[in-house]
């Protein structure tokens, strides 16, 4: 069966545009996550949704981050005003409930370069 | 607050070889632990969990991890490695299942 997608898998910006990025979640998954890995680090948590909820943004580093889920499948993250820092890969997991008995299920990631 | 360190973000063995991963957490509540892999141009793959119950968990791939809240470790250990292990691994801690913080990662290189 199909896992979860990412769209584009790269993006190159120049500093100052905006870009959107897509996380398309394995089908009636609940739980959705967005994270940034920095070359080099682990991945960092921006933010979980709970269907259409948005319940943890505490991850988010600025308020040009900004994240939906508004039907509770898809996804966008989007980053406003682009700037060198925010260059990373930026991943999506989804999960088909909260909690320790499910497995949170990662895309392959959006590799975003900022110029 | 919590955190996870990795320490040796570079570990070489040899195939067949025991591989030994570290992982320290810390966590003012009790933790739940996660071991994840991942290859070249993939997506994370979770490898084994702790939540409750034994504190001593075999995942895929023969490897297994054990909890240790004395120590604050959960380190991923695997008896013989494999040339297809060679790849990077990432520890994990969360205490709601809402926020996971990861480790910085270890990249696990296995010579023949």
């Known amino acids: 069966g199909a896992g979860v997608s990412q769209s584009p898998r790269y993006k190159v910006a120049k500093r100052g545009q905006d870009v959107a990025l897509r996380c398309d979640p394995i089908?009636?998954?609940?739980?959705l996550f967005w994270y940034q890995q920095a070359l080099g680090q682990g991945p960092e948590f921006l933010t979980y949704f709970q269907n259409e909820a948005q319940l943890d943004k505490s991850g988010l580093p600025s308020d040009r981050f900004f994240a939906e889920r508004p039907e509770g499948s898809v996804s966008t993250l989007k980053i406003q005003r682009t700037q060198q820092e925010d260059s990373a890969v930026y991943l999506c997991?989804?999960?088909?409930?909260?909690?320790?008995?499910?497995?949170?299920?990662f895309g392959p990631g959006t590799r975003l370069t900022v110029t | 607050a919590q955190s996870v360190t990795q320490l040796g973000s570079h570990v070489s063995v040899s195939e067949g070889a025991l591989v030994l991963l570290r992982c320290n957490y810390s966590?003012?509540?009790?933790?739940?632990l996660f071991w994840y892999v991942q290859y070249p141009n993939q997506g994370l793959q979770l490898l084994l969990k702790y939540t409750t119950g034994a504190t001593l968990v075999k995942g895929i791939n023969g490897f297994e991890a054990e909890f240790k809240k004395s120590e604050t470790s959960f380190h991923l250990t695997k008896p013989s490695a494999h040339m297809s292990d060679a790849a990077e691994y990432f520890c994990?801690?969360?205490?709601?299942?809402?926020?996971?913080?990861f480790g910085s990662g270890t990249k696990l290189n296995v010579k023949p």
């Open positions: 089908s009636g998954h609940v739980s």
């Open positions: 966590s003012s509540v009790p933790p739940y």
């Open positions: 994990a801690v969360t205490n709601n299942f809402n926020k996971f913080y």
């Open positions: 997991a989804s999960s088909l409930g909260q909690g320790g008995t499910y497995e949170q299920y």
